[in-house]
């Protein structure tokens, strides 16, 4: 676990998609930073997001496990009400991780291809940022942030990943967009934009990928789900007070190299 200072004390905190992945390395990092409460949410893995509630509980925060299918505005709106409700009516922290990641070549993808990833990645931000707003405007205790996880493809797309890399570039605007109109209310938004994260599997899915990856990488690892906690912690701690609108790259270094 790595070095404690307690940079979140007394939040209330809600991660989507946080049931395994990226997303529990997230919850986990605010509750071992003294957030007072996480929101687990979960689209259908409700025994993995318990398993990370209750590692969230043993780190000494409260958490509760919340589902729902984001690809539509009504549920993420209840999802947000929720959230609101279990907490006492705070919310001070929205970190929007939840997404999906598929392949599929460009030519031959339907509109029902692209708009079930964009509904998943881009609606999903908007609609849930915007309920988070509505919350963190009227509860009086200094505004709150916005965290949306994007990714590096938002800048440099990979083949088969259209749709994905397109929704992810969107996800980086609505940010700054967001960033713009929320900060007047003391609510600032950012992105953070991962690279390659290491998951169970992985090295033996795709050994060439993950060699490659480690090889252009000046650090010479993957990444790791803390690595992107991390980031979400600083940026919603009072450390980024004066960050909004920013796009904070994770990726090793990957992202510093040349392309020729």
């Known amino acids: ?35 007072a409460g996480v929101a687990v949410h979960c689209r259908t893995g409700v025994e993995a997001a318990g398993q990370v509630a209750a590692r969230v509980r043993e780190l000494g925060a409260r958490s509760v496990v919340l589902q729902a299918d984001l690809t539509d505005e009504d549920p993420c709106r209840a999802l947000v009400r929720e959230a609101a409700e279990w907490s006492g009516g705070r919310l001070t922290a929205l970190v ?27 609606t999903s931000v908007f609609a ?9 405007r009227g509860q009086g205790v ?19 990943h259209a749709h994905y890399s397109a929704s992810k570039a969107a996800v ?33 899915a795709w050994p060439d990928g993950v060699r490659r990856w480690r090889e252009a990488a000046p650090t010479g690892r993957l990444g790791r789900p803390e690595d992107v906690g991390d980031a979400c912690v600083f940026l ?14 994770v990726d090793g270094g990957v992202s510093a190299r040349p392309p020729w």
């Open 1 to 35: 676990m790595p070095p404690v200072s307690r940079l979140l004390e007394g939040q209330f905190a809600l991660v989507t998609g946080a049931s395994g992945g990226i997303g529990r390395g997230i919850a986990l990092r605010f509750a071992e930073e003294g957030a």
């Open 96 to 122: 929007n991780n939840a997404g999906v990641q598929p392949t599929q070549p460009l030519p031959g993808m339907t509109a029902a291809d692209w708009r079930a990833v964009v509904d998943a990645n881009l």
């Open 128 to 136: 849930c940022t915007q309920a988070a707003v509505e919350v963190m």
């Open 142 to 160: 200094g505004g709150g942030t916005v965290t949306h996880i994007a990714s590096i493809e938002a800048s440099a797309p990979a083949a088969l």
């Open 172 to 204: 980086v605007m609505h940010a700054r967009s967001a960033a713009l109109e929320y900060g007047p209310y003391g609510i600032r938004v950012n992105t953070v934009s991962p690279g390659l994260i290491d998951r169970e599997g992985l090295a033996e």
């Open 236 to 249: 919603a701690s009072s450390l980024a007070s004066w960050v909004t609108g920013h796009d904070l790259v």
